[in-house]
């Protein structure tokens, strides 16, 4: 019977996909109608420097001790340091554009609502599976990071030497890491408990991390040679195009501070709270980044840079075995904070999207005594403990950039549609036009660098970018609406211009591997929307108009009582 009605439900499958793909909610509703789908409140702990320690504590730890080693290796070089700017000017325009949606909606499901709100369901599902995605593979991937660290502290040199060798497992998965498990099953179950005393076990563990920072960073100015970064090959060995492809995979080390707006449900005021937690964040990050590269550029020649655990390798290269050890257990500390951070987001947006009926309704609810999203937190720590039990970190790196790049490109394009044919009320087909041709023109440029074309294409290509950004400003008006708890990017369109031409011409400089498993993964994630996650929204949003048509049918019917008594009584 069921699989019988589920089979005519399929038939319908092109009606419900026109009236729902671009179907958008206001941010009232996204307040309001589907947040009560998951019962309970989340519970408003969090105050600005809670949000400041968790963006530090979510980023800081992936950045630095996982990706700087083997980019400064095998990609920049001791330039390694610019392609963190790089990368963090990408990523502090993109904090700017998650700021304004995230006090406009301050919900806990971040890009999802945003796009959701914005571009309609599919676009805001498919951003939400992508940062799913990206969430899960860069946790399994950093927690194996901590057994090489952890390793370290207790005096091993050998990253390997507490994972399981497998015999007949294919190369890439035949190291099984259980210390990896074991650390995701510990924060998970501390996640069940209490968002505010896991910020407040955050906010511990970032303090002493960065002492463990300061300790490198000093270090390394006090005992680094500038000749390490100039000897062998200059600064920049890899060219100018090996900054820039350094500078994309690196940019997975910002992978946190999207964590901050998913917190806006359990937040303090967060007109005011938001802004300070993200944009905070991502400033003091994107300075200690570039103080560590240098740090361990200046310590040792690029070329002897060991790939795993790199800090801690450096330092026993340099003969000081009980710094290494420090340096290790630091960095292990940091790691820690900063997949506790991001398994926290990422419950949130997972409870969302349940809220939104595109994957089942139990993953969005939130447990009436803790006030967390319980089963959504249980349900991705196994996903990711399974994951980081037999994956390594080469395999999944890119493909978690490919998804953070296209997620921040999406937000980019939303806030200006948001600002100038949602608030503005300008013809949609305007900014529709503009955006597709600053997607164009971004991508010729970004194709005529990666395919090392003469130097006149760069030129025209980044000069119509420019031109089409003058006549959209010149002849599209933006009104500028005043609230009092609202928050605004400044100097629009540009902003979010420039983080769309920098997150399109990032995207471009992965390898053709990473674009093949992300096709991949859009392909099961859309045949998932059309199998189940159009019907399961249809069949939610049909319920709901019964229910408002029954209630005015009800108030109608009510009132024609009220009408009679009185005309009797008169």
């Known amino acids: ?12 499958t092109p009606q419900k996909l026109k009236k729902r793909m671009l179907a958008t909610w206001t941010p009232d509703q996204e307040l309001n109608k589907v947040r009560l789908r998951s019962g309970a409140d989340m519970k408003r702990k969090l105050t600005w420097y809670d949000l400041v320690a968790l963006g530090v504590g979510g980023m800081l730890g992936v950045g630095v001790f996982v990706t700087t080693g083997p980019v ?26 998650y700021t304004e949606f995230s006090v406009d909606v301050p919900v806990a499901g971040g890009a999802f609502s945003y796009l959701r709100v914005t571009f309609g369901e599919f676009v805001g599902y498919f951003a939400g599976a992508n940062i799913l995605m990206e969430y899960v593979l860069s946790n399994a991937a950093v927690s194996r990071s901590f057994t090489e660290y952890l390793s370290c502290a207790f005096g091993r040199n050998d990253p390997n030497s507490w994972r399981l060798h497998v015999h007949g497992l294919m190369q890439g998965y035949n190291m099984l890491d259980f210390p990896a498990v074991a650390l995701i099953i510990v ?53 100018v195009r090996g900054i820039l492809d350094g500078a994309a995979i690196v940019y997975f080390s910002y992978i946190g501070y999207d964590t901050v707006s998913t917190m806006a449900e359990e937040i303090r005021n967060p007109s005011k709270t938001l802004p300070v937690g993200i944009v905070g964040s991502v400033l003091i990050v994107s300075a200690l980044y570039c103080l560590m590269a240098l740090s361990l550029c200046l310590l040792v020649p690029y070329n002897m840079i060991p790939e795993g655990a790199s800090f801690s390798a450096v330092f026993e290269q340099m003969g000081w075995k009980w710094a290494s050890n420090v340096v290790g257990a630091g960095a292990s500390l940091g790691i820690v904070a900063s997949l506790l951070v991001a398994m926290l987001g990422q419950a949130r947006y997972l409870c969302v999207i349940g809220r939104a009926r595109l994957v089942p309704s139990w993953f969005a609810q939130v447990h009436p005594t803790t006030g967390t999203p319980l089963n959504a937190t249980i349900i991705l720590g196994i996903c990711q403990a399974s994951i980081a039990l037999f994956t390594e970190l080469d395999i999944v790196i890119e493909m978690i950039s490919i998804g953070t790049l296209l997620v921040f490109y999406l937000v980019s394009n939303a806030l200006i549609f948001h600002r100038y044919a949602i608030l503005s009320k300008n013809p949609p087909l305007h900014t529709l036009i503009f955006l597709f041709l600053l997607s164009c023109t971004s991508f010729a440029f970004s194709l005529s660098w990666k395919f090392k ?36 990017v400044p100097f629009m369109p540009w902003p979010a211009t420039i983080s769309i031409f920098l997150n399109v011409f990032l995207m471009t400089t992965l390898k053709m591997m990473a674009y093949k498993r992300f096709g991949i993964w859009a392909g099961v994630i859309t045949i998932f929307y059309v199998l189940y996650g159009v019907h399961s929204t249809y069949h939610a949003e049909e319920i709901l108009e019964m229910v408002v048509v029954d209630n005015v049918n009800n108030n109608s019917s009510t009132q024609q009582q009220i009408t009679k008594v009185d005309i009797q009584l008169v």
């Open 1 to 12: 019977m069921v699989f019988s009605t589920y089979l005519n439900s399929l038939t319908k």
């Open 453 to 488: 074309l003469h130097w006149w294409n760069l030129l025209l290509f980044a000069g119509l970018t420019i031109f089409a950004t003058v006549i959209f400003q010149y002849m599209v008006p933006l009104v500028v609406i005043q609230r009092p708890e609202g928050w605004f």
């Open 72 to 97: 400064a290796r095998k990609t920049s070089g001791p330039s390694v340091f610019i392609s963190y700017i790089i990368a963090a000017i990408s990523a502090l325009l993109s904090s700017l554009c």
């Open 187 to 239: 924060l998970t179950i501390c996640l069940c408990h209490s968002t505010k005393e896991s910020s407040m076990l955050n906010l511990i563990m970032t303090a002493f991390h960065m002492v463990f920072f300061g300790f490198i960073i000093i270090a390394g100015f006090c005992n680094g040679k500038v000749d390490n970064l100039v000897k062998p090959g200059g600064i920049a060995p890899f060219g």
